[in-house]
C-alpha cells in the first residue's frame, strides 16, 4: 500500500471546489430519523454551549471545535469509501440552512458547498445522478414523489423532511446564520486520502474489521457475568444476552444498544445535563454514550447490584423482562396490533421517547397483565399530549421534548396502575393549552407532517363509531401503491370567492384550516384537480364518511352513522356549497370530534 495522506479539514475545506463519487457497489443511503436526530441533537448541543445572543458574529471563530470523525477518499477520482452516510446527512442540513437564511451573501456562501451551476445545469457537489432530480426539488421547493425512486433518494427526501421538523425548534432565526458560521468552519473531519482506490478498501477494512474493539452491549456483558459466581448460572445468563442480542438486532440497526440505553434511563437515571451553557452530563447522557461504564460505576448505589445473585438476577430477570418488552413496544411501533393501538400511534408521528416513557412505568415485578395495562395507559396519555401540543403548534422534536420526557419518567416510575392513571391524568390536566387550539389549526410548514395522522384518526374515529371496518394504518401507509393525501375541499382559485375575501391572503388562510381539509386516495385527489365544489361532493359520496359527510345521499339508509351522530351530539350537515362559512362550521365539527377521541377521560376508562 502506498502512502497514506490525512489532514483535519472543517466542512468548508470538504466541500469547496471539490466533486465526490459514490460508486456503484457502495451500500445505499440508509440514514433513519434516529441518527438524524442524533446529529442535530450533538450539533446543535455543541453549539448553543458556546452561542449567546449577546455575540457580534465574529465572535463564532472563537467558539470550540466538533469532530465528526474520518472520511476516506482515493486520490484519483474523490471516491467517497467511507463517510457517504454523515457526509449526505451534513449536506441536507446546509441546504436547510440556505433555505432558512435571510442574508443572500450568507445563502450565497452555503449553496456553493453544495452545488454549482455550468451551462445551466445543476451538479451536487456530491455528485450522484440518481439524487439529482430529488435535491432540485429540495431546493427549487417543487413536489416530488419518493415512491419508485432507489433507496438512497427515498432517504434523502424523508430526511430532509426530518431535518426541517428538527431544525425549526432548535436553531431560532438569529442564531441560524451564527450556527451556519459555527457548522461550515468549526465543525471537523479527518480526511483520508489513498492514491488508489485498493488501497482506500485496505484503509476501510483495516479501520472497521480488524482488531474490532467490543461494543458497549458486549463490555456490559462481560461485566455483569463476571460477577455471577455459578459457572452454571453464568452459561445461562450468557446464553439469554447472546439469544436476546440476536432478537434485537433483527428489529434494526443498533438496536441492541438502544434497548440497553432506553431501559437504565428509564429505570435508573436519576440526573440529566441542565439546559444550561457549560453544563456538566448526567445520568442520562453518560448512559447514553457510555452505558457500560456508569453501570460499573453506579451497579452498587444506584442499581443494587452487591451480590453474586444481584447480577444473575439483573440479567435473567431484569435484562429478560425489558428487553422482552422493548422489542414488542418495537413491534407495536411497527405494526397496528390490536389493544395497543396507542403505541402505533404515537410512533406514526415519529415520537422517537415514547420507549423510553413506556419502559419507566414498568417495576420488574409486575405481570404482563399489568405490563399491558401500563402500556396502555402511557401510550393513550402520550397520544393525548401530542394532540394537544400539535393542536396548539407546539413541537413534538426530540431535542425540545427530552428534559420533559425524562422529568416524567422519574414521576412514574415503577408506579402502580392508579398511581400511573392519577398521576397521567394530572398531567394533562395541567398543560397549559387544550384542545381549545383546534379553533385556529390549520395546515402549514409545520403541521404539515401531522396533519395526514390527525386527519386520518378523525376520520377512521368516525368510521369505527358508524359500524364501518376500515384500517387507520392503511390511511397513512405511504408505501402503498395509491397512497392517501391531504385534500383542500375548497378550490384553489382566488378569483371565484372575492366576494367573500378581502385579499388573497385572507383567502389562503382559511383554505388551509383544519376544517377545509380530507384525505383522499392518490388518484381520486388528482383526478379532482380543479373541480369546483359542485363537482367534487358528487364524487365524495363514494369515499370515506369524512368525506361522504358533505354529500346529502350519506344520510340516507345510514343508521349506524345516524345514531353515531345523535349519541355525540355532532352538528354533522351535508353541504350543497362551501364557502367561508362551512369552513369554519367544519372547524368547529372537527373540534367536537377531536375532544371525542383524545379526551383526558380516556386514560381513566383503559
Known sequence: MKKILGSPKSIRELFTGVKYSIHYYQREYQWQRKQIEELIEDLTREFLDFYSEE?????????????????????????IIDGQQRLTSLSLLLLYITKNLEDDDDKAEVLN???SKKYGKTTFNINVDERTSCLEAIIEDHPFDPEGHPESVQNIW???RDIEGLMIDAITDQALPYFKDWLIDNVQFIRIVAQTEQDAHKIFVSMNDRGLSLTPAEMLKGYLLSEIANNEERLKANDLWKNKMLDLKALGKEQESDCIKTWLRAQYADTIRERKKNATAGDFDIIGTAFHKWVREKSANIIGLKKSNDFNEFVQKEFKLFSDTYERILNYSDKLTEGFEYIFYNANRNFTLQPLLLLASIDKNDTKEVIDKKLNIVSCFLDIFMSIRIFNYKTLDYSAMTYYVFILAKKIRRASIDELTDILTDEINSMEFSLDGISDFSLNGWTKRYMLHQLARITHFI??????DTKFDVYVDRTIKNPYDIEHIMVDHYELYMDEYETEDDFQRTRNLFGDLLILPQDINRS????????KVEKFFGQNLLAASLNKNCYKNNPNFLKFIQSNQLDFQPKSVFN?????????????????????????NL
Open 158 to 160: 424523508r430526511r430532509y
Open 113 to 115: 458547498l453544495i452545488y
Open 55 to 79: 455575540h457580534e458574529r465574529d465572535e463564532v471563530e472563537k467558539y470550540g471545535h466538533y469532530f465528526m470523525g474520518s472520511v476516506v477518499l482515493t486520490e484519483d477520482e474523490n471516491a
Open 528 to 535: 379532482l384537480n380543479d373541480d369546483e365544489y359542485e363537482k
Open 580 to 604: 367561508k362559512h362551512t369552513i369554519r362550521y367544519r372547524q368547529t365539527l372537527y373540534e367536537h370530534i377531536s375532544k371525542l377521541i383524545w379526551s383526558v377521560d380516556k386514560i381513566k
Open 463 to 468: 368510521e369505527v363509531e358508524s359500524g364501518k
